[in-house]
């Protein structure tokens, strides 16, 4: 199975940049920076006031990591650049 992950401990300098597991001690994988919506509604809410819901809408940007070994997925504040 050549497709599978490269399944490692952390080094202790990836330990100090909290690149493992906090469950297995695994190098975890990191999938990048998602943007997910906040706020809004659906439904009922939608059908009552109409767009004036869209405006509490909004984005969060997370740095979202995996772990290959026991599948915790963790969300991160990004860093500044």
Do not use: K
Not at 22 to 36: E, N
Not at 46 to 61: I, K, Q, R, Y
């Amino acid at each position: 199975m050549d497709d599978q992950p490269e399944i490692r401990t952390a080094t202790p300098e990836e330990r100090v940049n909290a690149l493992d597991c906090l469950r297995c001690g695994t190098l975890v994988q990191r999938q990048g920076i998602w943007a997910l919506r906040t706020g809004g509604s659906s439904g009922g809410m939608t059908a009552l006031f109409g767009a004036l819901v869209e405006l509490s809408e909004g984005t969060v940007d997370l740095d979202v990591t995996v772990c290959p070994s026991c599948g915790h997925v963790e969300f991160r504040a990004p860093r500044s650049a």
